[in-house]
């Protein structure tokens, strides 16, 4: 074979059999992986045509990516954890709200963010350096079963301590594919979003084809339509469920996660305001509600004022009637609504952002006392 197919060493001997022309196509594929994770038209194509919920991630790591340098933006503010927040938050309506004291709000939920997404996201949250995090976690953030194919989208090393002290050498052995897919993932953003990409990319070309080129508008961050909720036999069905929510392997990983992520936002300087999400009251017929609500309520109130974070309680927010949900766990825009104006009181009390206009809650919607592990 000609010499010159391989790299050699300098006193002629092969020192790696690598074709060049292979070499050249790994050297080419790196820079156009460079360029591409620099490019603001390739992230803001991804932003904009994300769907909500079935490409939270990628619309994420687009947000992360086009976000201005803190110094530009230093009173912004993040609302973080599952689609309950990214349902249950209208970020423009607190703009509106709070924008006069150049604060600027971030919706940055997830579906299905649980304890050990939320750790593995802080490195990434605090690199943007915000003023504050809003946090609205609720029974499903740390009484749910996890999926661990999950991790793939959001793994951060931050995890490998946890992984291993929360299991056995054989568990880890039976997911060595995630784990290897996982740091794939955090070396190659594209090869970890390749799944949403693509069907957002082909959902594009379909359009072009069907109806020529359209404007890139951007897509709704709620998936549920205004007005809507489920039936009655939805609520009925789920609501005679037991034990959908529970204590299992994986409830003191979440609650453990949780108390790092605090820990790790507070030593960066920056507030984090933690509130209970609304849930329907239906909810509370499929776990043990007495128990575990009170073993939440404890954790999160007990570890307040240790850690330094503020925490307002469900028994501080005004009930939530029937009909402003969507379904068990989310609002719909009725509850988004009213639940977005309880958030713009409790920042105001935090001390972020001058309001443009009166508060749209009535009287009894405002809050009390800001609660800390007193």
């Known amino acids: 074979m000609p010499r010159n197919s391989f790299t050699s060493s300098s006193d002629g001997t092969v020192a790696h059999k690598l074709p060049l022309g292979l070499i050249g196509a790994i050297v080419l594929t790196l820079l156009t992986h460079v360029w591409i994770l620099n490019s603001e038209s390739f992230w803001r194509f991804f932003q904009l045509r994300a769907v909500a919920a079935r490409d939270d991630n990628v619309r994420l790591e687009a947000d992360f990516r086009l976000m201005p ?50 750790l593995m996201l802080a490195p990434r949250l605090i690199e943007h350096r915000p003023a504050a995090m809003v946090w609205v976690p609720s029974i499903h953030t740390f009484y749910f079963s996890y999926d661990t194919s999950k991790i793939k989208m959001v793994f951060d090393p931050v995890l490998t301590p946890g992984w291993v002290r929360h299991h056995e050498l054989a568990r880890l052995w039976r997911e060595r594919d995630t784990l290897i897919e996982a740091y794939l993932g955090l070396a190659f953003p594209i090869y970890r979003y390749r799944d949403q990409m693509a069907r957002i ?76 999400a609304p849930i329907h009251p239906m909810t509370r017929n499929t776990y043990d509600h007495q128990r575990i609500d009170k ?59 001058s309001p443009k206009g009166e508060s749209n809650q009535d009287p009894a919607a405002k809050l009390v006392t800001r609660q800390t592990g007193s």
């Open 69 to 118: 340098p803190a110094e530009a933006d230093p009173a912004r503010v993040f609302l973080v954890g599952s689609s309950q927040t990214r349902e249950g938050i209208d970020v423009g309506m607190l703009n509106e709200r709070l924008g006069g004291g150049g604060v600027k709000l971030y919706n940055l939920g997830i579906s299905g963010a649980q304890g050990l997404d939320m």
């Open 201 to 276: 990319s082909l959902a594009w070309m379909q359009q072009v084809a069907f109806h020529g080129p359209q404007p890139l508008e951007p897509q709704s961050l709620y998936k549920f339509k205004p007005g809507q909720m489920r039936d009655e036999r939805y609520f009925a069905r789920y609501g005679k469920v037991k034990d959908m929510f529970k204590s299992d392997e994986w409830t003191q990983w979440h609650q453990e996660s949780f108390l790092d992520f605090a820990r790790l936002v507070s030593e960066a300087g920056i507030r984090l305001i933690v509130i209970d």
């Open 295 to 353: 073993e939440l309520h404890d954790l999160l109130r007990e570890n307040a004022e240790r850690i330094g974070y503020s925490y307002y309680s469900a028994d501080q927010l005004p009930p939530f009637e029937e009909a402003e949900y969507a379904d068990f766990l989310h609002l719909n825009v009725n509850g988004r609504n009213r639940l977005t104006g309880i958030i713009a009181d409790i920042l105001e009390r935090e001390g972020f952002g």
